[in-house]
DNA sequence: CTAGGGTTAG
């Protein structure tokens, strides 16, 4: 008999955990209540759970409050539930209710409010936690403590967070991994490649911190570089995250053949029919210039989301294939995905460059009117790109003098840049003293302007102008570029004469200089200021 | 009832 409803428990157990809708939980709630154990504090818990799994909170805060008297895993278990439905304020409020009935937090309650304070960075509650922490003795946790960590580096306080990690008894990859993402979020890419090398044990969240830490801090060819050596080692399988990354850095480096390895390597690994990888090939591809590649990844992904749609529309929009944006565009409405902001970016930034003046004021007006988007200072961008390349240079003036929000520098250096190509020096002069109001060191404004003055031969201007660059004491730096030579991704500048490969990538340079003039493109140098 | 990573535009 007792092992006939032990047998029970476990079946209502198991029912509750694959419940994926509202009216499934019913039902099964209902065989809970019929079975007798409404009251088992077990399965009220795991009730509880299912509740917050289908984002049913105040269900599950129902069931919590006629427990008479929830122990403390009941409590934490009702502080998961609003943690995973990013009620981050409600599981604090909780838990200060907990501490007023003189219930004693255990070693698991302490991580997810934690976290909770972490989430919405509410510092000083975390600090409290922290006081309380050490009073109750659960500092040599190894969960609480890894926690902790997490709260100091995610508030740029590293060295707190590495005195706590010091002082943990039992240190393990999770705790090691912790601080490296602590150094990668600061900056320190250096003292994050330091700690990694002294870890004694790594797995793929050790290699993924560390690749992310380059990623962040624009590192692109050391994110390739620790990608190929991962799998030299041959110990840990790159997962989705590493997969996205990797093909992030490719897609920034412009790195074609890479990309094709690393999309190998997913197929290899099993990567083949996930959305977020399918996504990020998408990117590496439109971004490496291989449209056709791009479309049959976005063809071939059975799954699509709304970044999906986004990254093949915006790719599309900014190499030169706006009227296919706009046909990607009808085909989403058609699937039924809904745009959002960045959407209207692609297309807009498409009409843009397409030269379709009256699309992009009718797709702005369907943005605002059909999809509720309010427009943001990009949007508004696009449009005085739009006017601008259209040449026409005055309205893109008056547009941004009467449009809701402030302009920015990108707005006024768009403008800048059409009064180059259309000789507009009355324009230009106002962009330029925009760009200096926002930016007065920055040199590369004056040479825009300098680049007008050249162009239409006002050499005066152009003496004048360079007299006020080098008041600014700023140089601007020598281009700099990124080129693959035999796989592997280099930075080389203009006339650089140190690169080992010189010889190969400026005949590769030739070879592109060709290519691009056969294409009717032709080079032109810049006016350079010294 | 416990912890850690990533993608789209400008």
Excluded at 23 to 49: C, D, W
Excluded at 168 to 183: D, F, I, K, Q, S
């Amino acid at each position: 008999m007792l092992s006939c409803q032990r047998l029970l428990q476990e079946r209502i157990i198991s029912l509750l955990q694959s419940c994926k809708t509202i009216k499934h939980l019913r039902q099964v709630q209902s065989q809970v209540t019929a079975n007798g154990f409404s009251r088992s504090e077990h399965i009220v818990q795991k009730v509880i759970v299912a509740c917050g799994l289908l984002k049913e909170t105040e269900c599950a805060r129902k069931l919590f409050d006629e427990i008479p008297v929830p122990s403390v895993s009941c409590w934490n278990t009702m502080f998961k539930c609003h943690y995973l439905n990013a009620e981050h304020r409600e599981v604090i409020i909780l838990f200060c209710l907990m501490r007023s009935f003189d219930i004693v937090p255990n070693g698991y309650s302490f991580p997810v409010v934690l976290k909770s304070c972490i989430k919405i960075n509410a510092l000083r509650e975390g600090k409290e936690l922290h006081c309380l922490v050490t009073k109750s003795g659960f500092a040599s946790n190894s969960f609480v403590g890894t926690t902790l960590v997490e709260l100091y580096s995610n508030r740029n306080l590293i060295e707190a967070a590495y005195k706590i990690f010091c002082e943990m008894p039992e240190r393990n990859v999770v705790a090691w991994n912790t601080v490296l993402n602590g150094y990668a979020n600061n900056g320190d890419v250096e003292a994050c490649e330091a700690l990694f090398e002294k870890m004694p044990e790594k797995n793929i969240f050790s290699w993924n911190g560390l690749i992310g830490g380059y990623a962040h801090n624009g590192r692109f060819p050391q994110v390739l570089t620790t990608f190929n050596r991962m799998l030299a080692e041959n110990k840990v399988k790159p997962n989705e995250a590493t997969l996205v990354m990797v093909l992030s850095a490719c897609a920034r480096l412009g790195a074609l053949v890479l990309g094709k390895w690393v999309h190998i390597q997913a197929k290899a690994n099993g990567y083949s029919g996930n959305c977020r990888v399918g996504n990020a090939l998408i990117d590496m591809y439109a971004k490496s210039g291989a449209m056709e590649s791009a479309i049959d990844v976005f063809r071939s992904m059975k799954r699509k989301d709304l970044i999906s749609w986004n990254t093949m529309i915006c790719g599309l929009a900014t190499h030169g294939h706006g009227a296919d944006a706009l046909n990607m565009f009808s085909e989403m409405k058609n699937a039924g995905e809904k745009p959002d902001s960045i959407t209207f970016i692609g297309i807009l930034s498409g009409c843009a460059h397409m030269g379709f003046v009256e699309d992009g004021f009718s797709y702005l007006k369907s943005m605002i009117d059909d999809y509720s988007i309010e427009p943001q200072i990009e949007h508004y961008g696009c449009i005085v790109d739009l006017l601008a390349r259209a040449g026409l240079l005055a309205q893109a003036v008056d547009f941004i003098v009467k449009m809701p929000k402030e302009a920015d520098a990108v707005m006024w250096a768009t403008l800048l840049a059409s009064c180059r190509v259309y000789k507009n020096v009355e324009f230009a002069e106002l962009a330029l003293e925009k760009l200096v109001e926002f930016d007065p060191k920055n040199p590369t404004n004056y040479v825009m302007l300098s680049n007008v003055y050249g162009d239409i031969g006002r050499w005066k201007d152009l003496a004048r102008l360079k007299v006020a660059t080098r008041d600014t004491g700023f140089r601007k730096l020598p281009g700099c570029s990124l080129i693959e030579v035999n796989d592997v991704v280099s930075e080389f500048y203009s006339l650089d004469e140190r690169h080992p490969d010189k010889e190969q990538i400026y005949e590769s340079l030739k070879g592109l200089t060709m290519l691009s003039r056969l294409y009717g493109n032709i080079p032109e140098g810049d006016t350079d200021i010294d």
